[in-house]
């Protein structure tokens, strides 16, 4: 009898299901876009992990390596920033296939610097060697103050969903065999933190669908989502499942939804939008359309293991 093929976040919690419960230092650990540490009376620290692989995350006749290694930082910048946090350091590991030019992994390098130096992260190490297929891997660190540390844990009934920009443009992108380099929400983020209004935060790697299936996990709710209202310029498939786009969604409550709208378009000029609203669990999780009509909420968001 064969065992059942596992998608990626069944494979996460098998892998992690019998970990040592976590030191008193470990404030947030596994299930989130970062791990959060103890850092002093004022500030917790940030890590996280992700690694880019040829073939995976990028197709090299198709992508820039310059910008193969921006987007190896941006994934990264972003998970901080869905914490309202600000990245500090960084280290590169770089898996390299014997043959490949210098000058190409130069360029890469230099896409990583650039990142580095467009979010103020300084790399601090790292490690090189070899493999049948390219893959960059970086670890980041940031910091976040207590009081402005938002999670994927904290939406309640009755909140109001957000999402910044436009949703579905890297996946049509992709659809294209284009590549693009995701612009990291960073200065969104951290108006939202200190505004102290938002109850959750996430980014949206893996689909609008996909990433609220996780706060509602999470947050042990239910959701509905508009589907008239959610910002889908290319269509709403690929917004609604079409990964990369490292928008930022986050919840707040309903009388405090104009204000964190008002305040983000005025200090940022990006377009926030309300599409939809978290349900008490047992309401269940929903899409529905112009008409009024619920359909079962089904992410087919992207899998590491499944696409």
């Known amino acids: 009898m064969k065992n059942k093929k596992l998608g990626e976040f069944e494979l996460i919690d098998r892998l992690t299901r019998d970990l040592p419960n976590f030191s008193k230092d470990v404030i947030v650990g596994i299930g989130d876009d970062c791990a959060v540490l103890k850092q002093g009376d004022n500030k917790y620290l940030l890590v996280t992990c992700d ?12 992508a820039e390596p310059e910008n193969i290694g921006q987007k190896a930082v941006a994934v990264n910048v972003s998970d901080i920033a869905a914490m309202g946090g600000k990245p500090t350091f960084c280290l590169v590991s770089l898996i390299i296939p014997k043959n490949m030019e210098s000058n190409y992994i130069d ?61 579905g443009l890297a996946a049509a992108a992709v659809a294209l065999q284009q590549h693009s380099v995701p612009h990291c929400r960073l200065h969104e983020a951290s108006i939202i933190a200190k505004s102290k209004l938002a109850t959750s935060m996430i980014d949206i790697s893996d689909g609008l669908l996909s990433e609220i299936g996780h706060v509602c996990d999470k947050s042990d709710v239910g959701v509905v989502i508009y589907d008239s209202q959610v910002p889908a310029p290319k269509g709403l498939e690929f917004a609604l499942n079409g990964g990369e786009d490292y928008e930022l969604l986050l919840t707040v409550s309903s009388d405090m939804a104009d204000k964190i709208i008002e305040l983000v378009q005025k200090k940022s000029g990006t377009l926030v939008t309300v599409v939809g609203e978290i349900l008490d669990k047992t309401e269940g999780r929903w899409i529905q359309s112009i008409d009024g009509k619920n359909r079962p909420l089904i992410s087919n968001g992207w899998d590491h293991l499944a696409n």
């Open 107 to 167: 360029s890469i390098y230099d896409g990583i610097k650039k990142s580095c130096k467009l979010y103020d992260v300084q790399i601090i190490g790292g490690n090189i060697s070899s493999g049948k297929q390219l893959a960059i891997d970086i670890f980041m660190i940031g910091e976040v103050k207590r009081d402005e540390l938002l999670l994927r844990s904290g939406a309640k009934p009755g909140d109001k969903l957000l999402v910044t920009g436009s949703l």
């Open 51 to 62: 690694v880019q692989i040829e073939g995976v995350h990028f197709l090299p006749a198709v």
